[in-house]
């Protein structure tokens, strides 16, 4: 069986983030993420719930990150995070996607926005 699949849509924007983002749970999951094979093609991502450490290390390209908290409110979003990079975050952060670079942008997506995560 494979790995769980989402579809990640903003509901503020009606537009859409991910039509596919892997979700990483388990321990080997969430910290190999997208250096282990989620691989960042267009409509992908990587939605990683309960952890608090974000990383790059690993990636060889850009990435978008969106952090959501506990109702899958945007709190916090990073354009084109650099490969091998590292972060300790806040509590209030329930969950962050891991998206190819530009979806931000292309989506529209803001602080305050409401995202819908469906199997997808």
Known sequence: MGRERVLVFNQTRESVLSLGADVADGLVDRWGGLALGAHLRPGGGLWIRSFRVLHTIGVTSRVDVVCLDAANQVVEIQEGLLPFQVKLLPDHISSFLELPAHTIHDSQT??????????S
């Open 110 to 119: 803001e602080i305050g926005d409401e995202l819908a995560i469906s199997p």
